[in-house]
């Protein structure tokens, strides 16, 4: 789906598409043949334990939509409940911990196999709003390609704050995946809580072998040291055996604990793309706290709201031209406009080089240390974005 703005000026600019739904995953089946003999050929000259960080994909194989969209969409876009404005409702604080782990699972979303987002351009953003949620991400750097991502909840007071990049890693036609391991960090503040919680992502596996497929898999770590209590999923990556009969699991087990202590308080069990239950272990009482069903179907693509309001740095903007040959599948054209994006942030960075004036983003502060990144928002919440999901945003404000 293609959304242009209307205004004559500016009109095929902006082009926003669909977020990748759970419903969604059944139309991939149809090109896989396709997928993976265009894979195939890109990967028969990578020698195994190659950097693919610098790897350039062709439109043929891109998303119509940049990977700063994507970091967007975990959190924006979301069917029935507002999961991340729950996190701080709750009374008690195991309920509000539990919530934190139902609203982490939910950004766990299918991929599309064979398929990447665009790497985004240094100083490239991305700015949606659904209903209290505001969202706002920058690329802060581009060798290596760092995106940084603030997230405000109005009425919940709830901020969000990521800095992250990934580091994929070719493991061999032999073993025949691709690993990316997510760098990192992410803190959610209940600024009413006065609690925070550190949380780790998945790693992503790509496999080849002996279906197509993308696993999101290993631990997941959320720790609230205010309140003593943290939580720890595992992603069950599937066995060859039922890969190989085509069977899809994406288990999720986990625990609640004490962390001074160590004490058990919860088992966490079921299926990430179905639902999530946890067991008290006192009193043995199950409570379903995810159903992905409710969260990640019929998912809406961001409409313009005010397109005057629309930055020029806007991932939607940049990669527009990009996105309309991908949509159409006119791959000449979807070639050439890319390699002028890709042209221009060269151009952008020479001249730096020359002048010798550094880069500075405009959303937050950076700061590298050693092989880890600092960021600081630069403002304490998100404004509203001219960029919405409306459907949610009327549900939710009225």
């Given at each position: 789906?293609?959304?242009?703005?209307?205004?004559?000026?500016?009109?095929?600019?902006?082009?926003?598409?669909?977020?990748?739904?759970?419903?969604?995953?059944?139309?991939?089946?149809?090109?896989?043949?396709?997928?993976?003999?265009?894979?195939?050929?890109?990967?028969?000259?990578?020698?195994?334990?190659?950097?693919?960080?610098?790897?350039?994909?062709?439109?043929?194989?891109?998303?119509?939509?940049?990977?700063?969209?994507?970091?967007?969409?975990?959190?924006?876009?979301?069917?029935?409940?507002?999961?991340?404005?729950?996190?701080?409702?709750?009374?008690?604080?195991?309920?509000?911990?539990?919530?934190?782990?139902?609203?982490?699972?939910?950004?766990?979303?299918?991929?599309?196999?064979?398929?990447?987002?665009?790497?985004?351009?240094?100083?490239?953003?991305?700015?949606?709003?659904?209903?209290?949620?505001?969202?706002?991400?920058?690329?802060?750097?581009?060798?290596?390609?760092?995106?940084?991502?603030?997230?405000?909840?109005?009425?919940?007071?709830?901020?969000?704050?990521?800095?992250?990049?990934?580091?994929?890693?070719?493991?061999?036609?032999?073993?025949?995946?691709?690993?990316?391991?997510?760098?990192?960090?992410?803190?959610?503040?209940?600024?009413?809580?006065?609690?925070s919680y550190d949380m780790s992502p998945p790693r992503?596996?790509?496999?080849?072998?002996?279906?197509?497929?993308?696993?999101?898999?290993?631990?997941?770590?959320?720790?609230?040291?205010?309140?003593?209590?943290?939580?720890?999923?595992?992603?069950?990556?599937?066995?060859?055996?039922?890969?190989?009969?085509?069977?899809?699991?994406?288990?999720?087990?986990?625990?609640?604990?004490?962390?001074?202590?160590?004490?058990?308080?919860?088992?966490?069990?079921?299926?990430?793309?179905?639902?999530?239950?946890?067991?008290?272990?006192?009193?043995?009482?199950?409570?379903?706290?995810?159903?992905?069903?409710?969260?990640?179907?019929?998912?809406?693509?961001?409409?313009?709201?005010?397109?005057?309001?629309?930055?020029?740095?806007?991932?939607?903007?940049?990669?527009?031209?990009?996105?309309?040959?991908?949509?159409?599948?006119?791959?000449?054209?979807?070639?050439?406009?890319?390699?002028?994006?890709?042209?221009?942030?060269?151009?952008?960075?020479?001249?730096?080089?020359?002048?010798?004036?550094?880069?500075?983003?405009?959303?937050?502060?950076?700061?590298?240390?050693?092989?880890?990144?600092?960021?600081?928002?630069?403002?304490?919440?998100?404004?509203?974005?001219?960029?919405?999901?409306?459907?949610?945003?009327?549900?939710?404000?009225?």
């Amino acid at each position: 789906m293609c959304l242009k703005a209307e205004e004559h000026e500016i009109r095929r600019h902006v082009v926003l598409t669909k977020p990748y739904s759970l419903e969604d995953e059944k139309d991939s089946e149809d090109t896989a043949s396709n997928v993976i003999r265009r894979i195939l050929s890109l990967v028969k000259n990578i020698r195994p334990g190659s950097d693919l960080t610098n790897f350039q994909l062709p439109p043929q194989l891109n998303l119509p939509k940049s990977q700063l969209q994507c970091y967007g969409e975990m959190i924006y876009s979301f069917g029935g409940h507002d999961l991340l404005g729950e996190c701080s409702r709750r009374e008690h604080p195991v309920e509000r911990l539990k919530s934190v782990v139902a609203w982490n699972i939910s950004k766990l979303r299918p991929v599309l196999f064979g398929f990447a987002p665009y790497n985004p351009v240094l100083g490239e953003t991305h700015h949606v709003s659904n209903g209290y949620i505001n969202v706002l991400i920058e690329q802060v750097s581009h060798h290596p390609a760092v995106s940084a991502l603030q997230a405000t909840h109005e009425k919940a007071n709830i901020d969000v704050m990521w800095v992250q990049h990934f580091i994929p890693k070719f493991r061999g036609i032999q073993r025949a995946y691709v690993e990316l391991e997510v760098k990192g960090e992410r803190v959610m503040k209940l600024q009413s809580r006065k609690e925070s919680y550190d949380m780790s992502p998945p790693r992503l596996i790509i496999r080849v072998l002996p279906s197509l497929r993308v696993d999101w898999a290993g631990k997941m770590k959320i720790k609230c040291p205010e309140t003593d209590l943290e939580a720890e999923l595992n992603l069950v990556s599937d066995s060859f055996i039922e890969r190989f009969r085509g069977n899809n699991n994406r288990s999720v087990k986990g625990k609640i604990s004490e962390s001074s202590s160590g004490i058990k308080l919860y088992d966490i069990f079921g299926h990430w793309d179905r639902t999530v239950s946890t067991k008290n272990l006192k009193t043995g009482e199950l409570e379903v706290i995810y159903n992905a069903n409710e969260s990640i179907s019929g998912l809406k693509p961001p409409t313009v709201k005010n397109l005057k309001e629309v930055m020029e740095s806007e991932s939607a903007v940049v990669w527009s031209e990009v996105s309309e040959g991908i949509l159409n599948k006119d791959w000449e054209r979807a070639g050439e406009a890319k390699k002028a994006v890709e042209e221009k942030q060269r151009k952008s960075m020479k001249q730096r080089e020359v002048s010798g004036e550094p880069w500075v983003p405009k959303h937050f502060s950076v700061v590298k240390n050693g092989k880890d990144w600092d960021c600081t928002p630069l403002h304490p919440t998100v404004p509203r974005a001219p960029l919405v999901i409306t459907d949610a945003q009327e549900a939710i404000m009225n």
